[in-house]
């Protein structure tokens, strides 16, 4: 039996003809005392309970026929019906109200078990004892929002429902729903009805007011896993959250912009919702406070903040931090979306690999190279999957001719020993110049720059040879031009003595220096590193250390440790401190390019070891012999009735005596013989190792460099001596005074620099400049020194003029 009623008034006329019943199907209607009474809203509700209680009509919770220990089991259908059985025949003769009886039953399974129309059927069954159908026992059931569910018992006679229309329309609550937990959220009472349980939710409707905020977070297990049994449903409007991310976001609103959340990052939420105050939360507020910065949208504070902190956590919310904040996709970005774990490893292999997946960005590119020579200085290692990827990729863009290695270059850092090996390779064959590795590979760059050592005129070969001597290196072969110079030089053994005699030793040029406090010898250490060891001095500036003194010295022959140490010991009164051993990395087995970066490692920490503990002392470095790397491309001469040593550098003659030869000189003793060139006096050096022992220039030639914690007070002057300029001629002199002879002065024209070169006393002279017409200014430069100078430029070729008397 369905009535409709659209005002409490009528309803409760209702409710009091049906309690004073006498007529026909009166007995009916007092043996099955049950009514439903259907509400929209719980305000509706409310005031329908308030008013029974006015009438003498008692309110029962069904809170208190659950079971102690089990406030959060959920009770069946079947066992409800049951307790309503038992309560109305153990009930005194009074009216009552049970509730909240829909706030569990919209939880049934009525879609595949229709536990809820079964429950109706067989409660609308249960009958009043019969002391209390003679005083007309009424138990009155709501029904919240379950319209729906409801609907179908409409025209069954047999069954009491009364629906009331208030016509108020009434917000619907709003139910946040979890499974067991709030994540601890601190605040939340604040804002929320909470309830842990199924005892806690009936016992918050058993007497509905103004306690139940408009928002309820139920954290229920029972409710949760029954959630969608619910629907359709007008009183609730439900958000399940099926984790912490969920929960944040759509439970308590918090915009996390794009974020999504994956499986493996549920750990990382829940943390974070443990430290989330709802009161005053504001995700921006609370990672700058965590990482104690107010700028993390620069990719470098990125970068820097990822090492600064090591944890997951911290990593993981840095990560989403970025992405959230993000405003325009950026390389960055798109590698951070891909990146699934904290890993440095597998952030730094994507930022490595993916650009490769990308069509050609330039803005990604440089990016790209920034951020990962920012990783390089925290020694960052990819994997070795990403490495040969890298590798892959740029060996394939250098082999297109269409593309080729200046292509390649684009994507390029350093990150990786294949990209530094690469880049080795490709600067040595002159696929790219060396300029194009000046910001890649810094020490490599310095380490080929010119030597710029300011000998004389006589001496600017030494700058030529140690150019292509370095080159050499760099390519792994002797190009022509070295073996033309080194030909010229070291013809003979008397044109070897014209050029060696004229340098002094380290002893002779150091000796009676009582300012030198400490001395540290670099075994192997020759000229062709003066330009590499001045860079890495120059990065020590901060450590108060600064570049005084630079000289070339010669090492006597044969140029081997057991002669030219004793000397050094002389020199310090055997307070020789050694650092560094270059020799005996020289002569293991390596492969190249490898021994070529390991080299420029191994000589940086040596003098790294000192400037980084530098305590204000005056340094002098100094060295015994130099390294050839060129012997192992040489011949190997087997010369008969010799002992070879240093393999086959130098030799002693053991059956006769040696005769004159242009392959090696003789030392005084008559006996002993250095090879003048790069061929071995015995069987050929093997590849791969440097040797010493002989009388080239990089064996003989040794620098001195004297370091201090003072700059020296120069004061230069420099005029300017050939202000017009011809494509015939076209260099610039300069009168300088005041060089030392630390100071390598230069030129810049049009964007490129060229060396200067004495050629007399203060006289200096540039190399060819590359006549542009309209390039008319000129810089010279000697360290912090500049000096801007006007030139004229004549493209044309000078004629004599005819006429001219």
């Known amino acids: ?168 329309e009434s917000e619907n609550y709003r139910l946040v729903l979890t499974s067991g937990t709030t994540y601890g959220v601190q605040g939340l009472e604040n804002k929320f009805s909470l309830c842990e349980n199924m005892r806690q939710w009936i016992s918050l409707w058993k007497n509905v007011g103004a306690k139940v905020k408009q928002q309820i977070i139920c954290s229920s297990k029972c409710i949760f896993d029954s959630a969608g049994n619910a629907q359709p449903d007008n009183a609730f409007d439900y958000t399940l959250c099926h984790n912490a991310f969920e929960f944040l976001s759509k439970g308590l609103g918090i915009n996390f912009g794009e974020l999504t959340a994956e499986e493996e990052d549920m750990p990382f939420w829940e943390q974070l919702a443990s430290n989330i105050d709802i009161e005053d939360f504001d995700f921006e507020t609370f990672v700058n406070k965590r990482f104690n910065t107010s700028n993390l949208n620069d990719s ?33 970005t798109r590698v951070l979306r891909n990146c699934k774990t904290q890993s440095t490893s597998d952030l730094f292999s994507l930022l490595a690999t993916q650009v490769f997946d990308e069509p ?18 925290y020694n960052v290692q990819i994997t070795h999957l990403a490495e040969q990827k890298v590798k892959a990729k740029l060996m394939a863009m250098a082999a297109d001719p269409e593309r080729g290695c200046y292509y390649a270059m684009k994507y390029m850092t350093s990150l990786t020993l294949s990209e530094q090996y690469l880049m080795t390779e490709w600067v040595g064959q002159g696929k790219i110049d060396v300029k194009d590795i000046q910001t890649l590979m810094p020490s490599l760059y310095s380490y080929l720059a010119p030597l710029g050592i300011q000998l004389g005129n006589s001496f ?118 050694k650092i560094g051993d270059i020799d005996k990395f020289a002569h293991t087995q390596k492969s190249y390019p490898a021994y070529i970066i390991d080299e420029l490692h191994l000589v940086e920490e040596a003098l790294t070891q000192v400037l ?30 010799i002992e070879s040593d240093h393999s086959g550098r130098c030799a002693v003659w053991k059956k006769g005596n040696p005769t004159v030869d242009g392959n090696y000189m003789i030392l005084q003793d008559g006996k002993s013989i250095c090879a003048l060139n790069h061929n071995s006096l015995a069987s050929k050096t093997p590849t791969g190792q440097g040797t010493h022992g002989g009388a080239t220039p990089e064996e003989v030639l040794v620098p001195i460099i004297i370091v201090s914690g003072q700059k020296n007070a120069n004061v230069y002057s420099a005029k300017l001596l050939t202000s017009d300029l011809i494509a015939s001629s076209p260099t610039v002199k300069y009168n300088i005074k005041g060089l030392s002879s630390i100071d390598t002065p230069k030129v810049i024209y049009n964007g490129v620099d060229y060396l200067l070169h004495k050629k007399q006393d203060d006289i200096y002279e540039s190399e060819r400049l590359n006549l542009v017409g309209t390039a008319t200014r000129i810089t010279l430069v000697i360290g912090d020194f500049k000096q801007t100078d006007q030139i004229g430029i004549n493209m044309g070729a000078q004629e004599d003029d005819l006429f001219g008397f």
């Open 460 to 577: 600017t070969w030494i700058n030529d040879y140690f150019r292509e001597y370095t080159h050499s290196k760099i390519a792994n072969k002797a190009n022509d031009s070295l073996r033309q110079m080194l030909k010229e030089r070291n013809a003979s053994q008397s044109t070897f003595e014209a050029w060696r005699d004229s340098f002094k030793t380290v002893k002779t040029i150091l000796y009676n220096r009582q300012d030198i406090d400490l001395y540290y010898w670099i075994d192997g250490l020759g000229i062709d590193w003066i330009p590499f060891i001045t860079k890495v001095i120059e990065k020590h500036r901060v450590d108060g250390v600064y570049l005084n003194e630079v000289y070339v010295a010669t090492a006597q022959l044969p140029s081997v440790t057991s002669v030219n140490k004793l000397k050094l010991e002389e020199l310090t009164g055997n307070k020789l401190e």
């Open 612 to 641: 980084s503990q530098y305590n204000g002392k005056k340094i002098a470095f100094v060295s015994d012999h130099g390294i050839s790397y060129m012997a192992q491309f040489g011949n190997g001469l087997n010369l008969a009735g």
């Open 300 to 332: 470098i504070a990125f970068v820097q903040t990822w090492f600064e902190y090591m944890d997951g956590f911290s990593r993981w919310l840095l990560k989403s931090y970025f992405l959230w904040n993000s405003t325009t996709p950026t390389y960055l």
């Open 360 to 377: 050609q960005d330039e803005a990604s590119l440089k990016l790209r190279r920034i951020l990962l020579k920012e990783a390089q200085k």
């Open 1 to 168: 039996m369905y009535k409709e009623f659209t005002s409490l008034q009528d309803l409760y006329q209702e409710i009091d003809v049906d309690k004073n019943w006498t007529g026909a199907e009166s007995s009916i209607r007092n043996r099955y005392p049950i009514r439903f009474v259907l509400f929209e809203n719980f305000g509706d509700f409310g005031e329908f309970v308030q008013e029974c209680q006015n009438h003498n009509v008692f309110v029962q919770s069904i809170e208190k026929w659950m079971r102690d220990g089990q406030d959060d089991k959920f009770i069946t259908y079947s066992q409800l019906a049951a307790m309503f059985e038992a309560y109305i025949k153990s009930l005194p003769a009074n009216d009552f109200v049970i509730a909240p009886f829909s706030e569990i039953t919209r939880f049934y399974d009525n879609v595949h078990y229709a536990e809820f129309d079964s429950l109706l059927k067989t409660i609308r069954l249960v009958q009043s004892p019969e002391e209390s159908q003679r005083t007309h026992q009424r138990i009155y059931v709501p029904l919240i929002g379950m319209q729906s569910k409801v609907s179908k018992f409409k025209d069954d006679p047999n069954i009491h429902i009364w629906e009331y229309h208030s016509g108020i």
